[in-house]
């Protein structure tokens, strides 16, 4: 800290004291209106009770049963429909579609409930850009092949800031007071991510790539994975504090793990996969909508023949059918009817901890199923009337605030071109202290009043006053948010066994399977799992 | 000589009490001087000559506590309780003093009395208090030591004030909770009194009861200060301000003196009548006098109507569509008689449509084919206003307008804001446009600068001005286009919604001016 810094700061502190600004005013959060939306887990339970079910009335005969109708889901479905494969039907059993793309809408703006970007695509990911191209995000590409991308969805400027000492600073590396030594340590991880995002295994393929699957076998690079990031960095000699700050934020941010319960390969993916370009953009540009990933999942669904998607249809049993097929028991939970399915061929586009319960048949397969740990994640969207005077960088898309627990918020209307009194900002927390089951129990068993006090905690901190600004705030509480990259699993056995066909009729397309939550895993796994049904066909 | 005898007893030991009643002087000291630097803040900001405010304020201020000093002797009986009573009135008045002058400040003529009987009330009240502790005190010390150590904490209080309110009190708290937080300190020592002074212990319940509800009142008005505060507090005015309102958008004072008046938004000058003439003929006929014409005109900003009363000047201009974020704005230059007078009745021509609206969303929603486009929006000093200086802005532009059309942008100056002014340029012709910058001398400006364009190089400086402009003409304008060396052309990168480098380029380069 310089001494400019930290006279300055002495002279906010004291007028803080002076004034009692930083406890007073607080009005209580149980006062702030709004309630606790979110994942249907009313269903959800129904499924982990077992019951009790409706009994079948009914069977109706179909080609492809798709179950899960978040972005993999979708994304088979679409696929299908392009390669011209006829009565495909795909049922939801919450009352929308999108899963982690879920989004909202109140008078001010669109929000996401979920993922809420995608870095630009690598210029190899071909299906996602056609599909950018299909939808207007690329507007077309020069001679050379660069696509160009539609400037209204490139994340407009300014895009991150950091609270730091008092300040919000430019950009979400911290710099502000941060010691030369440090800075050093900053400058020699950001030379080897860079050599990790050229480097190409003994296989000619590279090192860390998306989708997952594609990146290379070398042992140099997929050793990585028996060791936790932390491990990794310890080894590495690096423990500047703002540094493994930074790491384990973006650990949070993506996966919703710690530095300890994230495999270092996975740590690694996160900034070496990022190779995107672009006439006017390039690796470190990202795509962006105010209701964020629910723009891409609006117009996966969009593509989707609309009769053939079905919402709060709970398939809660599969099994073989003698003759072929398979036969898929579904409560119907609008009706509260039930019936049978009877797929040729069935793609569980549900994640593991769902499948868990469908494949009980299929007694080695719930033993995978069972390896998969996913994080849980609070997720806040919060009506702003406006902020007090801020010091340092404005208001940017994302925000984030040094040495919390959350990982910030992003102002949802960011990508608003008129001009805007209102905000709503979407907070975005994981829980990783503990292991992600004790964290959930925890989660769920905290009232609306006390998870505002933990977010508002936060936000006053950063915005001292702010909550009497506020008017509105939902919360979403993902029991399950993301998938966990834990230490071992990315190129552990039990992932690829997740993966694998049964018997040629149950195929297998969740975004979890990738071993890390990203549009980009879903949509390439829902392709996958089509192209597999096609070949078997 | 009994007097002598009992200061013996007095000693120099100070009493618990006595040291109270000391630091009270203190901090009504500071208080008082506080109310005083604010009153005199606020004037500044509304009536403009921060001399003569200052200056008047003060001697009032004196005054009235000389004032306060006579009544004194009329004070009598329970000397505790009438410093309580002071003490809870110097808090109510001046910790409001902030809050009340604000919520007036649209209505100039009362402004005026409301602040000078805060002044005077305040004043007289602290007159009062010292008087008055003198002789609560004066049976605890020596005279000597009595009216050293008073005056002493007096002058301290004075000083610590005057360097708190400038340094740290405006810039982190604002006048509005800095008038309450020492409003609160006032009645922290009339309730510290109450209980540490057994005189008083029977009006405890009293006093209490007001002092709560004094409390529960500044708690209220600390959390809404933002809200009674609803122009920006940088804004400084020179001249009388004769018009002064708070839109949902921005605040709009409008001031006068002998010679002129002028706009501000935001405390940003937008024009001043004695040379904004020149600002809009420059802004305006370049462009106008090659489509003398134009069937369909589109002007986005300028809600003060004077562009548009510069278009109306060629009578064969066809539709003119203004549009303006603020309808406080273009209603106000709708109706106010001397502000018709000034744009001469422009935006009440048939010829012409109001459109209240972001100028972004009007402009992708529309779909042209426009002859003239007249860009006069705010600088770009920060983001928002930024993306309307983007590629992305200016495609839709060219969307909009005919393909023999002309757009012009206002641009800064491209003396002081040399990259901003260039980049503005470079950013339209990275998107096709043919450019043609141009400046002028504008007074209450400096130097200006305008990005004329067309699609095709269709523009030619050879059409007629019309009668009776006063800056303009043809060869003036063939000068503009001339940059001498300190304004010449300069490389900068192009200004994008995802890398908006002009608002960096208009800090840096407009930095050194405004700090």
Known sequence: MSRRNFLLQLAAGGVVLLTGAGCGVRRGAGNIPGTIVGANSKTGHLLRNGGPYPEPHHTVEVNVLIVGGGISGLSAKRWLQQEGVKDVLLLEMDDHFGGNATYGQNPVSKYPWGAHYIPVPDLRNREILDFLHQIGTITGFDTAGLPIYNEYHLCHDPEERLFIDGIWQDGIVPENGVPAADKEQFRRFSAEVAAFKAAVGSDGRDAFAIPVDTSSADAVYRDLDRISFRQYLTQKGYTSRYLLWYLEYGCKDDFGTNLDGTSAWAGIHYFACRKGRGVNANSSSVLTWPEGNGFLMEHLKSQCVANEIKLRQLVYRIEPVDGGGMNAYVADMVTGKGFIVHAQKLLLATPQMVNKHLLKGYGERTAACAAFAYAPWLIANITVNGFEKQHGMPLCWDNVFYGKPSVGYVNANHQDLGRVSKNVLTFYKSYTDHDPATERNRLYAKTRSELLDEILDELDFVHPGITAQIEHADLWLWGHGMVAPKVGFMWGADRTAAAQPIDNRVFFGHSDLSGISIFEEAFYRGIHAAQQIVTAS | ?515
């Open chain 2, 1 to 515: 000589m009994p007097k002598k005898d009992l200061a013996a007893d007095k000693s120099n030991h100070l009493k618990p009490s006595g040291v109270l009643l000391l630091l009270s002087v203190f901090v009504v000291a500071t208080c008082g001087l506080i109310y005083e630097l604010i009153a005199g803040t606020l004037a500044s900001y509304l009536l403009g000559d921060s001399i003569l405010q200052f200056s008047t304020i003060i001697g009032t201020y004196l005054f009235f506590m000389g004032v306060g000093s006579w009544l004194s002797k009329y004070v009598d009986g329970n000397l505790i309780k009438w410093f309580v009573s002071v003490e809870i009135l110097v808090g109510l008045v001046g910790g409001c003093s902030a809050p009340l002058l604000f919520a007036i400040f649209e209505q100039v003529a009362s402004f005026r009395i409301v602040l000078y009987a805060i002044v005077g009330i305040t004043g007289v009240l602290v007159g009062l208090e010292i008087p008055l502790l003198m002789r609560v005190l004066k049976n605890n010390y020596v005279f000597k030591d009595l009216v050293s150590g008073i005056f002493t904490f007096d002058y301290v209080g004075g000083l610590l004030a005057s360097f708190l309110f400038p340094l740290l009190l405006v810039p982190y708290l604002g006048l509005i909770r800095t008038s309450l937080l020492f409003g609160f300190l006032n009645l922290a020592v009339a309730w510290v009194v109450l209980y540490r002074f057994h005189e008083v212990r029977t009006y405890r319940r009293a006093y209490n009861t007001i002092i709560g509800g004094a409390l529960l009142v500044f708690a209220a008005l600390f959390v809404y200060a933002e809200k009674i505060m609803t122009f920006s507090e940088t804004a400084t005015y020179q001249d009388k301000v004769i018009y002064s309102k708070s839109t949902p958008y921005q605040r709009i004072v409008l001031t006068k003196n002998s010679r002129e008046v002028r706009l501000y938004l935001n405390g940003n000058l937008q024009f001043s009548s004695n040379d904004e003439y020149r600002y809009h003929e420059a802004l305006i006929h370049p462009a106008m006098q090659n489509m003398p014409n134009a069937d369909r005109v589109l002007v986005l900003g300028g809600g003060d109507g004077l562009a548009v009363r510069e278009i109306l000047k060629y009578p064969g201009v066809g539709a003119v569509t203004l549009v303006d974020l603020d309808p406080g704005m273009t209603k106000m230059f709708q109706e106010d008689p001397m502000l018709v007078k000034l744009n001469n009745r422009s935006l009440l021509s048939t010829k012409v449509k109001v459109v209240n609206d972001d100028a972004y969303a009007f402009v992708r929603r529309d779909s042209g084919k426009y002859r003239v486009i007249i860009v006069d929006f705010p600088d770009p000093s920060n983001y928002s206003v930024g993306k309307l200086y983007t590629t992305a802005f200016y495609n839709e532009i060219y969307r909009i307008l005919s393909d023999s059309g002309v757009v012009v942008v206002q641009s800064t100056s491209p003396y002081i804001g040399r990259r901003s002014f260039w980049c503005i340029d470079h950013t339209m012709a990275n998107v096709g446009f043919h450019t043609i910058p141009y400046h002028a001398y504008v007074p209450s400006f400096g130097e200006w600068g305008f990005v004329l364009a067309t699609k095709n190089y269709c523009w030619k400086n050879e059409g007629s001005f019309p009668a009776g402009l006063r800056f303009l003409n043809t060869d003036n304008l063939r000068e503009m286009m001339f940059f001498p060396p300190d304004m010449a052309e300069v490389p900068t990168d192009v200004n994008k919604l995802n890398n908006q480098v002009l608002v960096r380029y208009f800090e840096s380069d407009w930095g050194p001016y405004t700090h």
